[in-house]
């Protein structure tokens, strides 16, 4: 099982451009979602979805939306840049059925808007 | 929502100290605390989680204590090695699904 991947590792921006950040799991979780991390800021809940079907905000959510594509893949979009969306963004999943379970992340995505 | 707080924010231990790092939450009917560990330029891994219904949950060197008449817990290194240098995240459900997390603790342990 290759767990949960993000594509790109990493991207440059100008500002105003547009994006889209691309997440898959293998795991059959229920459970999907965006975090970003800035220094001394911990893991920031962008958005999430509880199920296939279903998105909705987090805590961080202005500038972002989100697709959940299939049970399978995430993905985020930034529509058009900002200086303040250079961040690390993990994606991650979780079988969260009633019962906490792990969440498991992502690799990573660092991205720079200039 | 979910408030978490953590502390300390930067720990230096030497080789073969004990570790200790806090975290308190505000939502009485929050019941679970998973701990993740990331290394730098690595991915969030959790390393240990307790649920409400015990108090104490230890896997070899690392431990976890939850107080809950308190809404703290806590991680517990014992031993550290070089290779616990890391970033330590507590977190606490904020909803049905998600978690929120602390702003995590960088310890460093010198040989």
């Known amino acids: 099982n290759a767990g949960v991947t993000q594509t790109p590792k990493f991207q440059v921006l100008k500002t105003g451009q547009s994006m889209t950040l691309q997440c898959a799991q293998d795991?059959?979780?229920?459970?999907m979602y965006w975090y970003r991390q800035d220094p001394g800021m911990g893991l920031r809940l962008i958005y999430y979805?509880?199920?296939?079907?279903?998105?909705d905000k987090g805590e961080v959510p202005n500038g972002y939306n989100v697709s959940r594509l299939n049970k399978r893949e995430f993905s985020l979009r930034l529509e058009s840049a900002a200086p303040s969306q250079t961040s690390v963004y993990f994606c991650?999943?979780?079988?969260?059925?009633?019962?906490?379970?792990?969440?498991?992340f992502g690799p990573g995505t660092r991205l720079l808007v200039l | 929502g979910e408030n978490v707080e953590q502390h300390p924010s930067t720990l230096s231990v030497q080789e073969g100290d004990s570790a200790v790092i806090k975290c308190t939450y505000s939502d009485s009917a929050s019941n679970y605390f998973p701990w993740y560990k990331q290394e730098l330029g690595k991915r969030p891994q959790l390393i240990i989680d307790?649920?409400?219904?015990?108090g104490e949950k230890k896997d070899q060197r690392i431990a976890v204590t939850l107080n809950k008449t308190a809404k703290h817990f806590s991680l517990h290194i014992t031993e550290t090695q070089p290779e616990d240098s890391a970033v330590y995240f507590c977190?606490?459900?904020?909803?049905?699904?998600?978690?929120?997390f602390g702003k995590g603790t960088m310890l460093l342990v010198s040989p």
């Open positions: 307790i649920r409400s219904n015990v």
């Open positions: 977190a606490s459900p904020s909803g049905y699904s998600t978690l929120t």
């Open positions: 979805s509880a199920s296939e079907g279903t998105t």
């Open positions: 795991m059959n979780h229920n459970s």
């Open positions: 991650a999943s979780s079988a969260r059925d009633g019962v906490w379970e792990t969440q498991y």
